[in-house]
């Protein structure tokens, strides 16, 4: 496993009918793989895991393998219960997923005692290396620098942190206690040019959904010290790269996916699809970010038709 790079954290689609779509998955997966992304990042947040039947999870994550190839697919462990967690970690790894993305349980904001308790509890469960996912903002559980340094210095297999607490302070914080020891990755999208600036060495990218190729080219330039290419690029980028930090995220980057014939904005309840000030909103971000856009060399997701 190789912990660095962009891996988008994949959206999950859903026919008129309300079922998962493997056949526009698999062509999605393919088409992000296609415009450069280092892997895939399946279950998580932005795709919908905690609305998706077990059953469900386990064809997302067989489709994902399966289009992948030699590429790694990380699997999102999350649920409301630590034996459910570590359920799905082992079978991922069945799977063959090359590792697993391990969140904190849904709905329980748990203190330090019993959060260190889950994830080690899946980290003991499986032989994949594992990426923390730390997001304070949305699960009201933060795991701080040192409680980090903890969890790796005990499980080997704690190779990376997905760092989304939106404080680029907290990335040069880990680097601080670990040096190279843990690859930290970027989970909020409008702050990936700081991030990268003070040590982070990946993207756990959202609008990457609708623009995989922009995304990338963005990450190289900052890589390559073009500064002034990659701020040109950034200024075009931010207010849809904005749309990764709020509350309607998913039902956003979906409408995003939609606009650019990418996909569909259908969620799944308890959300609801874009309307009134939030639909209007977002219109004209994407109409100014559409009249502005940078030519990128991309491949089209209709090369990837029946992948």
């Given at each position: 496993?190789?912990?660095?790079?962009?891996?988008?954290?994949?959206?999950?689609?859903?026919?008129?009918?309300?079922?998962?779509?493997?056949?526009?998955?698999?062509?999605?997966?393919?088409?992000?793989?296609?415009?450069?992304?280092?892997?895939?990042?399946?279950?998580?947040?932005?795709?919908?895991?905690?609305?998706?039947?077990?059953?469900?999870?386990?064809?997302?994550?067989?489709?994902?393998?399966?289009?992948?190839?030699?590429?790694?697919?990380?699997?999102?462990?999350?649920?409301?219960?630590?034996?459910?967690?570590?359920?799905?970690?082992?079978?991922?790894?069945?799977?063959?997923?090359?590792?697993?993305?391990?969140?904190?349980?849904?709905?329980?904001?748990?203190?330090?005692?019993?959060?260190?308790?889950?994830?080690?509890?899946?980290?003991?469960?499986?032989?994949?290396?594992?990426?923390?996912?730390?997001?304070?903002?949305?699960?009201?559980?933060?795991?701080?620098?040192?409680?980090?340094?903890?969890?790796?210095?005990?499980?080997?297999?704690?190779?990376?942190?997905?760092?989304?607490?939106?404080?680029?302070?907290?990335?040069?914080?880990?680097?601080?206690?670990?040096?190279?020891?843990?690859?930290?990755?970027?989970?909020?999208?409008?702050?990936?040019?700081?991030?990268?600036?003070?040590?982070?060495?990946?993207?756990?990218?959202?609008?990457?959904?609708?623009?995989?190729?922009?995304?990338?080219?963005?990450?190289?330039?900052?890589?390559?010290?073009?500064?002034?290419?990659?701020?040109?690029?950034?200024?075009?980028?931010?207010?849809?790269?904005?749309?990764?930090?709020?509350?309607?995220?998913?039902?956003?980057?979906?409408?995003?996916?939609?606009?650019?014939?990418?996909?569909?904005?259908?969620?799944?309840?308890?959300?609801?699809?874009?309307?009134?000030?939030?639909?209007?909103?977002?219109?004209?971000?994407?109409?100014?970010?559409?009249?502005?856009?940078?030519?990128?060399?991309?491949?089209?997701?209709?090369?990837f038709v029946g992948a």
């Amino acid at each position: 496993m190789r912990w660095s790079g962009i891996m988008p954290a994949l959206t999950t689609p859903f026919t008129p009918e309300n079922r998962v779509d493997l056949n526009f998955l698999a062509q999605h997966a393919a088409w992000q793989l296609g415009n450069g992304c280092a892997g895939l990042i399946m279950l998580g947040s932005l795709g919908e895991g905690a609305t998706l039947e077990h059953a469900e999870k386990i064809e997302v994550l067989k489709t994902a393998v399966r289009v992948a190839g030699n590429l790694p697919v990380v699997a999102s462990i999350s649920a409301l219960s630590t034996s459910v967690a570590v359920t799905l970690a082992k079978e991922a790894e069945d799977l063959g997923c090359a590792g697993l993305m391990v969140l904190p349980p849904y709905v329980y904001a748990s203190d330090w005692d019993e959060m260190k308790q889950h994830v080690a509890a899946v980290l003991g469960a499986t032989r994949l290396e594992c990426m923390l996912y730390n997001n304070p903002i949305a699960y009201k559980t933060d795991f701080l620098p040192d409680q980090i340094a903890e969890l790796a210095g005990e499980h080997g297999n704690l190779k990376a942190v997905k760092e989304s607490s939106a404080d680029v302070r907290r990335v040069a914080a880990i680097r601080a206690l670990l040096g190279d020891k843990l690859s930290i990755f970027v989970g909020v999208d409008d702050v990936i040019v700081e991030a990268f600036g003070v040590g982070a060495v990946g993207w756990v990218a959202g609008l990457v959904n609708a623009y995989p190729a922009e995304s990338v080219k963005l990450v190289e330039l900052v890589q390559a010290g073009r500064r002034e290419e990659a701020f040109e690029l950034y200024r075009w980028f931010l207010p849809l790269l904005r749309l990764d930090t709020v509350p309607k995220f998913v039902q956003l980057i979906k409408w995003v996916q939609e606009q650019v014939g990418v996909g569909s904005a259908q969620v799944r309840a308890p959300r609801f699809e874009l309307r009134g000030a939030d639909l209007a909103e977002v219109k004209a971000v994407f109409e100014r970010a559409k009249a502005t856009q940078p030519a990128v060399k991309k491949r089209p997701i209709e090369e990837f038709v029946g992948a």
